[in-house]
C-alpha cells in the first residue's frame, strides 16, 4: 500500500502546468449465475453465483501543448460468489507471467465472500507532434480488425464475451507512432515483462512489435512483426468496401520457439441501414484458431502453446472455427438493443447474448444483459470436460446482469 501511495502522489504531483480536472466514473452492478449439475462450478459449490460488483475510475488527464500526462485510479469492491470461485479456479490453473512489469496494484482486503483492490490502470507522459508520438508508461493500444475475436490484438484483448470493453486494462510499455502525409504510418510497441513477480526483465516473455498501415487506393492495408512471449508472429490484413458494406481479412502467421507453426485467419464484413424508423448496424466474422484443438480433447490435456495462450489471456476458445453474428439496434435515441451470437463451426455448440444500453442522461447510463451457452457436454459452449472420464465440464453459465453507470 504504501509504494502504491507514493507511486500515485508522485504522479499527482508532476506539476501543476500538467494539471487537469479529475473526473470520475462509477459502475454499479450485479449479476446472477446458473451452472449445470455436472459443471466444475456445482462441483467448487458454486452451481448458482450471485454477485455485487462496483468500481471507481478516477481519471485525470493534463498537459500543455506537445506534452500531455494521463493518470487513471482504479478501485473496486466485489462481493458474492464470484469471489470465491475466480479463488478456487486460480488454484486449480498454472500460473501466468505478470501482464505490467510494475505492480501497481494491492488487496485493501480479501476473503473468500469480499475483495476490495486500488490500482493505477493508467500513468503515462506523451509526446505528440504532427508527425510523431511517443508515450511512456501504463497504458492501452488495440491493433486489429476484429469485431469479436481479436487475434492481432496480441497485448490484452478483450474477450469475446466482455460486456463492458469502455477500458481495457494497462500495461507497463513504451509506445511510438510515425506519421506519413500519405496517411500511412508505422508503430513500434516494447512492452516488459517479468517471468515471475519481483524477478528480473524477461525478454523471453516481453513483447517487441512493429505495426505499419498503408493505405491502397480504396483499401487499408496493415502488416505486424512482433516478438511475443518468445514466439514470432507475422500479420497481413487488408480491408475496403464492397457497395456500402465494410470488409476486412487477417491472416497471422505464428512461428513458436519449439519450432511448430500455427496459423490465425479472420474475416468479417459490417454494414449499417434502417428498420422503419430505426437504425441498425450488423456484422459477420469468421475465426480460425490455429491454436484450436477438437472438442474430444480435456482441458487438462491442451498442447502447451494452446494453454499458454489461454493463461496470458490472448485467446480464449479452445477449438479451431468459430462464425460469429452480431446486431446493434437503435430502438430510439437513448435506447439501443445489440444481440450477438457465437458458434462453434466444429461441434455445432453457439453462446447467445443480449446487450441493452439506456441513457438517461448524458452522464447516466443503465446496461442489461444476458448470455447462454447451448450445445451438449463435450463441445466449446456446451462445456468442456475438464479431465478425461471425469464427467465434470467447464462451460460457459447461464448468466444476467445489470450495470449503472454515474459519470461526474
Given at each position: 500500500?504504501?509504494?502504491?501511495?507514493?507511486?500515485?502522489?508522485?504522479?499527482?504531483?508532476?506539476?501543476?502546468?500538467?494539471?487537469?480536472?479529475?473526473?470520475?466514473?462509477?459502475?454499479?452492478?450485479?449479476?446472477?449465475?446458473?451452472?449445470?449439475?455436472?459443471?466444475?462450478?456445482?462441483?467448487?459449490?458454486?452451481?448458482?453465483?450471485?454477485?455485487?460488483?462496483?468500481?471507481?475510475?478516477?481519471?485525470?488527464?493534463?498537459?500543455?501543448?506537445?506534452?500531455?500526462?494521463?493518470?487513471?485510479?482504479?478501485?473496486?469492491?466485489?462481493?458474492g460468489d464470484a469471489v470465491g470461485f475466480a479463488a478456487a479456479l486460480a488454484g486449480m490453473s498454472p500460473s501466468a507471467p505478470p501482464a505490467s512489469f510494475f505492480?501497481?496494484?494491492?488487496?485493501?482486503?480479501?476473503?473468500?465472500?469480499?475483495?476490495?483492490?486500488?490500482?493505477?490502470?493508467?500513468?503515462?507522459?506523451?509526446?505528440?507532434?504532427?508527425?510523431?508520438?511517443?508515450?511512456?508508461?501504463?497504458?492501452?493500444?488495440?491493433?486489429?480488425?476484429?469485431?469479436?475475436?481479436?487475434?492481432?490484438?496480441?497485448?490484452?484483448?478483450?474477450?469475446?464475451?466482455?460486456?463492458?470493453?469502455?477500458?481495457?486494462?494497462?500495461?507497463?510499455?513504451?509506445?511510438?507512432?510515425?506519421?506519413?502525409?500519405?496517411?500511412?504510418?508505422?508503430?513500434?510497441?516494447?512492452?516488459?515483462?517479468?517471468?515471475?513477480?519481483?524477478?528480473?526483465?524477461?525478454?523471453?516473455?516481453?513483447?517487441?512489435?512493429?505495426?505499419?498501415?498503408?493505405?491502397?487506393?480504396?483499401?487499408?492495408?496493415?502488416?505486424?512483426?512482433?516478438?511475443?512471449?518468445?514466439?514470432?508472429?507475422?500479420?497481413?490484413?487488408?480491408?475496403?468496401?464492397?457497395?456500402?458494406?465494410?470488409?476486412?481479412?487477417?491472416?497471422?502467421?505464428?512461428?513458436?520457439?519449439?519450432?511448430?507453426?500455427?496459423?490465425?485467419?479472420?474475416?468479417?464484413?459490417?454494414?449499417?441501414?434502417?428498420?422503419?424508423?430505426?437504425?441498425?448496424?450488423?456484422f459477420a466474422e469468421y475465426f480460425h484458431n490455429g491454436f484450436g484443438v477438437d472438442t474430444a480433447t480435456p482441458l487438462d490435456a491442451l498442447p502447451t502453446a494452446?494453454?499458454?495462450?489461454?493463461?496470458?489471456?490472448?485467446?480464449?476458445?479452445?477449438?479451431?472455427?468459430?462464425?460469429?453474428?452480431?446486431?446493434?439496434?437503435?430502438?430510439?435515441?437513448?435506447?439501443?438493443?445489440?444481440?450477438?451470437?457465437?458458434?462453434?463451426?466444429?461441434?455445432?455448440?453457439?453462446?447467445?447474448?443480449?446487450?441493452?444500453?439506456?441513457?438517461?442522461?448524458?452522464?447516466?447510463?443503465?446496461?442489461?444483459?444476458?448470455?447462454?451457452?447451448?450445445?451438449?457436454?463435450?463441445?466449446?459452449?456446451?462445456?468442456?470436460?475438464?479431465?478425461?472420464?471425469?464427467?465434470?465440464?467447464?462451460?460457459?453459465?447461464?448468466?444476467?446482469?445489470?450495470?449503472?453507470?454515474?459519470?461526474?
Amino acid at each position: 500500500m504504501e509504494k502504491l501511495l507514493a507511486i500515485l502522489a508522485a504522479s499527482l504531483l508532476a506539476g501543476p502546468a500538467l494539471a487537469g480536472p479529475i473526473t470520475v466514473r462509477l459502475d454499479l452492478g450485479g449479476s446472477f449465475g446458473w451452472a449445470e449439475a455436472d459443471s466444475i462450478d456445482a462441483l467448487l459449490g458454486f452451481e448458482t453465483q450471485q454477485t455485487l460488483d462496483s468500481k471507481a475510475r478516477l481519471i485525470w488527464q493534463g498537459g500543455e501543448g506537445a506534452l500531455r500526462f494521463e493518470a487513471q485510479v482504479l478501485l473496486g469492491y466485489q462481493a458474492g460468489d464470484a469471489v470465491g470461485f475466480a479463488a478456487a479456479l486460480a488454484g486449480m490453473s498454472p500460473s501466468a507471467p505478470p501482464a505490467s512489469f510494475f505492480d501497481l496494484s494491492t488487496e485493501v482486503f480479501s476473503d473468500f465472500r469480499q475483495a476490495m483492490t486500488i490500482a493505477i490502470d493508467r500513468l503515462s507522459v506523451s509526446y505528440a507532434s504532427q508527425r510523431f508520438v511517443l508515450k511512456l508508461g501504463r497504458q492501452a493500444v488495440t491493433w486489429g480488425s476484429g469485431m469479436v475475436f481479436r487475434p492481432s490484438d496480441i497485448i490484452a484483448p478483450f474477450a469475446p464475451n466482455a460486456i463492458d470493453t469502455a477500458y481495457k486494462p494497462g500495461v507497463d510499455m513504451a509506445y511510438a507512432q510515425l506519421l506519413f502525409d500519405s496517411g500511412n504510418d508505422i508503430e513500434a510497441v516494447f512492452v516488459p515483462r517479468r517471468a515471475v513477480a519481483g524477478g528480473p526483465l524477461a525478454s523471453e516473455e516481453s513483447t517487441l512489435a512493429l505495426r505499419s498501415t498503408v493505405l491502397i487506393g480504396d483499401f487499408d492495408g496493415t502488416a505486424l512483426l512482433a516478438q511475443d512471449h518468445g514466439d514470432t508472429l507475422l500479420t497481413l490484413g487488408l480491408g475496403g468496401p464492397v457497395g456500402d458494406a465494410a470488409w476486412n481479412i487477417e491472416l497471422g502467421q505464428w512461428f513458436l520457439a519449439d519450432g511448430s507453426t500455427a496459423m490465425n485467419i479472420l474475416a468479417n464484413i459490417s454494414n449499417s441501414g434502417t428498420i422503419g424508423e430505426m437504425n441498425i448496424t450488423y456484422f459477420a466474422e469468421y475465426f480460425h484458431n490455429g491454436f484450436g484443438v477438437d472438442t474430444a480433447t480435456p482441458l487438462d490435456a491442451l498442447p502447451t502453446a494452446l494453454a499458454d495462450r489461454l493463461a496470458t489471456g490472448q485467446l480464449f476458445n479452445i477449438g479451431q472455427d468459430f462464425l460469429a453474428l452480431g446486431a446493434q439496434l437503435g430502438v430510439s435515441a437513448a435506447v439501443t438493443i445489440s444481440p450477438s451470437l457465437i458458434a462453434s463451426l466444429n461441434d455445432g455448440s453457439v453462446f447467445v447474448a443480449v446487450q441493452a444500453g439506456i441513457s438517461l442522461s448524458d452522464n447516466l447510463d443503465v446496461s442489461l444483459n444476458a448470455g447462454k451457452g447451448f450445445g451438449p457436454n463435450g463441445t466449446e459452449f456446451g462445456g468442456r470436460e475438464t479431465s478425461a472420464g471425469s464427467a465434470v465440464y467447464l462451460g460457459a453459465p447461464t448468466s444476467v446482469g445489470i450495470n449503472i453507470t454515474r459519470y461526474f
